[in-house]
């Protein structure tokens, strides 16, 4: 299983976990593949120390965070 079909089969037995992405993909069809997922957050590796506090602490407020792209 990759991470959006383990996001779908948690969200499908009712968790309410908030979930955040990591990847080292810059990609707007992957972003919006993780929020069709129920992911709170979408953080790229390249930004994971500036962004990976700030989009678990937005999920966890039930706010959507996605690392800025280019």
Same mark, same amino acid.
């Given at each position: 299983?990759? !991470?959006?079909?383990? %996001?779908?089969? &948690?969200?499908?037995? =009712?968790?309410?976990?908030? &979930? #955040?992405? $990591?990847?080292?993909?810059?990609?707007?069809?992957?972003?919006?593949?993780?929020? +069709? %997922? !129920? =992911?709170? !957050?979408? #953080? #790229?590796?390249?930004?994971?120390? $500036?962004? $990976?506090? $700030? %989009?678990?602490?937005?999920?966890? %407020? !039930?706010?959507?965070?996605?690392?800025?792209? +280019?």
């Amino acid at each position: 299983m990759n !991470g959006f079909e383990v %996001a779908t089969c &948690l969200r499908n037995i =009712g968790s309410t976990a908030a &979930l #955040v992405f $990591l990847s080292v993909y810059e990609d707007e069809e992957l972003i919006r593949a993780s929020k +069709h %997922a !129920g =992911g709170m !957050g979408y #953080v #790229v590796k390249q930004r994971l120390t $500036l962004d $990976l506090e $700030l %989009a678990v602490r937005e999920a966890r %407020a !039930g706010r959507l965070f996605i690392s800025p792209i +280019h």
